[in-house]
C-alpha cells in the first residue's frame, strides 16, 4: 500500500508562483515513477509531469512548470511559475508501481484576481 497526500494549492494571481508537495508513505520501495496530474472543472484529468525513480522528469506542460522529487524518494515536488486562468484545477499526485497506480486526494489551485 501507498498513501499519497498531496498539499500547498491555494487561491494565486494570474503571473504568480506555486509550489505544489505530494509525500508518499508506505511501500515506497515499489514506487517506480510518481506524477502531477490535474484536472480543471468540466475536462478530463490529465498529465502534467512525471519523474521516474532515478530523478528522470517528463513534462506534458513544459517551460512553467518544474518536477522533482527529493532524495529520499518520499516527496515530490511541482513548481509552477507564470501561473494562469487556465491553470485552475484540483491537481493529483500519482504514484506508479509495477502492479497498478495510487492517487492522492488532490489539491485545489485557483488562478484569479
Known amino acids: 500500500q501507498v498513501q499519497l497526500v498531496e498539499s500547498g494549492g491555494t487561491l494565486v494571481q494570474p503571473g504568480g508562483s506555486l509550489r505544489l508537495s505530494c509525500v508518499a508513505t508506505?511501500?515506497?520501495?515499489?514506487?517506480?515513477?510518481m506524477a502531477w496530474y490535474r484536472q480543471a472543472p468540466g475536462k478530463e484529468r490529465e498529465l502534467v509531469a512525471s519523474?521516474?525513480?532515478?530523478?528522470t522528469p517528463s513534462y506534458v506542460v513544459r517551460g512553467r512548470f518544474a518536477i522533482s522529487i527529493n532524495n529520499a524518494k518520499t516527496t515530490v515536488y511541482l513548481q509552477m511559475n507564470s501561473l494562469q486562468p487556465e491553470d485552475t484545477a484540483v491537481y493529483y499526485c500519482?504514484?506508479?508501481?509495477?502492479?497498478?497506480?495510487?492517487w492522492g486526494n488532490g489539491t485545489l489551485v485557483t488562478v484569479s484576481s
Open positions: 500519482n504514484a506508479l508501481i509495477p502492479w497498478g497506480s495510487y
Open positions: 508506505g511501500t515506497i520501495e515499489r514506487i517506480t515513477t
Open positions: 519523474i521516474t525513480r532515478g530523478s
